[in-house]
C-alpha cells in the first residue's frame, strides 16, 4: 500500500509542467539521437550532462532518463530503414526489420517496435517499484566487506558481459580503477599518480572522461567512415506505421516473453539491452514454428527483442537507485547526476530523497507514453530530421562538448582531458577493447577502496574478512565465476 501512494506522489512529481517538458525534451532528444548513429544514450546523457546543472535533481534526472531509453527506440528507425543500428541494441532488430522494410512494411516494423517498446518500458517500470524497494531494505543490512565484494562483482559482471576477450576487458576495467586512483589520498593526504600537475590533485573528474569516450571518439570514427548510406524509401504515415490486430495478436507472446528476458537482464552489470534482445531473439527463433523466416522478415524478431531492449532500461534503474551500483555507462550518469546534486546513491536514497526516486519512476510512465505517442506521430520528421543534419554532427557535437565541459568547473584543463579522452576511446574501440569498463572503474573505484579500507581497519587487517562473511563470499564467488565461466566455455567449444 505504501508502494502505491509513493508512486502516485511520484505520478504527482513527474506531471509538474516542468517536469513533463525536459521528458518530453530527453524523450525527443534521445528518439533523435538514437537514430543518428554514433553517439549513443551515453554519448548523448555525457553532452547533455552539464546542461542539468542549473535543474532540481528530479527534473535532471527525468530529462536523462528520457534520454537513455528515447534512444532504444531512435535506433530502431536506421535498423530498420538503413540496416544501420543507431544503437548497438538494435542490431537485432536490423535482422527482420530492415527485411520487412524491403518488403513494403517498414511501418509495420516501426510500428510494432514503438508499441514493443512501450509494453516492455512500463511493465519493467511496475518491476521496478516491486524489487527497488525490497533490494534497497536488503542493501542496508550490509557492511563494508559485503560492500566491496559487491562492487567487485559488478565490475567483474561488466567484463564478462563487454566483449569476447576477458583480457581486454580487464584491461579496460584497471584503466577505469587506475583514474580512480589519481588525486590526493583522502586518508594520507599523498599525491598519487598526478605527476606533479596542480589541476590532478582533486582527481580527475568523471565529465570530461566520459564526454570524451562516448561521445567525441565517436565523432572521430564518423570522420573516418564517411560512408553514403541509403535509405529505404517507404510510407511512413501515422496510419502506416499503425499495428493490425493480426499483427498485435502474432506479437503478443513475443513481447510478453521479452518483457520478463530484458526486465531481468537488465538488473545484471554490463548485460543491458544489447544482450536482453539477443537473448529474446536467439528465443523467438528455437520456439518458433517457421524458424526459416527470421532473418527475412519475421514479426516476432521485431517484437520480442524490441521489448526486451526497453525492458531492460527499467531493470537497469534497479541496482542504480538501490544499490548505487550503474549497470551501464547511460545509468553511470545518471548516478553521477546524483552525486552532482549532493545526493547519496545507494539504499539510503529511498528513504533520504523520496520525490527523486518516486518522481523519477513516475516519470518513467510518462515517458514510455510519450515515446509511443511521439514516435507513432512523427517518426517522418524525425527520418527527415536525420537525413538533414548528419553532416554537420560532428561540428554540432564538439561544441556542445566543450561548451558543456568548461561550463561544468570554467576549467581549460577538463577540455583538454575531454580532448585526450577521445583519442584514447578511438584508440581502444580501434582494437577492441570495450569503453563501458573505464567509465564504470572510475565510478566505482573511489568507493569500492573507501569499503576496503573500512572493511579492514574494522578486522584490524584481516583479509579474510571477506570470505568470513557469508553474503560478500558469495558475491567474491560470483565474480569469480563470471570471470573463468567465458574462458572455459570458449576452451570446451574450440
Not at 137 to 155: R, V
Not at 405 to 416: E, K, L, P, Q
Request: glycine share 12%; aromatic share 8%; charged share 10%.
Amino acid at each position: 500500500m505504501d508502494t502505491i501512494l509513493l508512486m502516485f506522489n511520484g505520478l504527482a512529481v513527474a506531471l509538474t509542467p516542468v517536469n513533463l517538458i525536459f521528458c518530453a525534451i530527453g524523450v525527443v532528444i534521445g528518439t533523435t539521437v538514437g537514430a543518428l548513429p554514433g553517439i549513443g544514450s551515453a554519448g548523448a546523457c555525457a553532452i547533455l550532462l552539464p546542461a542539468t546543472f542549473k535543474m532540481g535533481p528530479v527534473t535532471a534526472l527525468i530529462m536523462l532518463a528520457g534520454i537513455f531509453y528515447g534512444t532504444q527506440y531512435g535506433g530502431t528507425i536506421t535498423s530498420v530503414l538503413m540496416r544501420v543500428p543507431g544503437e548497438s541494441a538494435s542490431v537485432v532488430t536490423m535482422f527482420d526489420g530492415n527485411p520487412l522494410a524491403r518488403q513494403g512494411k517498414a511501418g509495420v516494423a516501426l510500428g510494432l517496435a514503438a508499441v514493443g517498446s512501450f509494453v516492455g518500458g512500463t511493465v519493467s517500470v511496475i518491476g521496478l517499484m516491486v524489487f527497488g524497494p525490497l533490494l534497497a531494505d536488503m542493501a542496508l543490512k550490509l557492511g563494508p566487506a559485503e560492500y566491496f565484494s559487491l562492487m567487485i562483482m559488478a565490475l567483474s559482471l561488466v567484463v564478462a558481459f563487454a566483449g569476447e576477450s576477458i583480457v581486454r576487458g580487464l584491461i579496460a576495467t584497471c584503466l577505469g580503477l587506475m583514474l580512480a586512483m589519481v588525486g590526493q589520498d583522502l586518508m594520507t593526504g599523498q599525491p598519487r599518480l598526478t605527476f606533479g600537475l596542480q589541476q590532478l590533485l582533486d582527481g580527475i573528474d568523471f565529465l570530461p572522461v566520459a564526454v570524451g569516450m562516448f561521445g567525441l571518439s565517436e565523432m572521430i570514427a564518423f570522420f573516418e567512415k564517411r560512408n553514403p548510406l541509403e535509405i529505404v524509401k517507404a510510407e511512413l504515415g501515422f496510419l502506416k506505421v499503425l499495428p493490425s490486430l493480426r499483427d498485435l495478436r502474432e506479437s503478443f507472446f513475443p513481447m510478453v516473453r521479452g518483457t520478463a528476458i530484458g526486465f531481468f537482464v537488465g538488473i545484471f552489470p554490463g548485460a543491458g539491452p544489447t544482450i536482453s534482445s539477443f537473448l529474446s531473439y536467439g528465443l523467438e527463433q528455437r520456439i518458433s514454428k517457421n524458424p526459416e523466416q527470421f532473418g527475412k522478415g519475421a514479426i516476432a524478431g521485431v517484437a520480442g527483442p524490441e521489448t526486451a531492449n526497453n525492458a531492460a532500461t527499467g531493470g537497469a534503474m534497479v541496482p542504480m537507485l538501490s544499490l548505487g551500483l550503474p549497470s551501464s555507462p547511460s545509468t553511470a550518469l545518471m548516478l553521477a547526476a546524483l552525486i552532482m546534486f549532493g545526493l547519496k546513491p545507494g539504499p539510503t536514497l529511498f528513504n533520504d530523497a523520496p520525490d527523486v526516486v518516486w518522481g523519477l519512476i513516475g516519470s518513467l510512465y510518462v515517458g514510455n507514453v510519450m515515446l509511443v505517442v511521439i514516435n507513432l506521430a512523427c517518426i517522418p520528421l524525425i527520418v527527415y530530421f536525420m537525413d538533414k543534419v548528419r553532416g554537420y554532427l560532428p561540428i554540432i557535437i564538439l561544441l556542445l562538448s566543450a561548451f558543456g565541459v568548461y561550463s561544468y568547473r570554467s576549467s581549460v584543463f577538463d577540455i583538454g582531458i575531454m580532448m585526450a579522452f577521445a583519442l584514447v576511446g578511438y584508440g581502444m574501440t580501434k582494437v577492441a577493447i570495450p569503453l563501458a569498463p573505464v567509465i564504470l572503474g572510475l565510478l566505482l573505484g573511489g568507493p569500492a577502496e573507501n569499503s576496503l579500507r573500512q572493511a579492514l581497519v574494522l578486522s584490524d587487517g584481516n583479509p579474510l574478512v571477506f570470505l568470513a562473511h557469508p553474503i560478500s563470499a558469495a558475491f567474491l564467488a560470483i565474480t569469480c565465476a563470471s570471470l573463468l565461466l567465458p574462458v572455459l566455455l570458449r576452451k570446451r567449444k574450440g
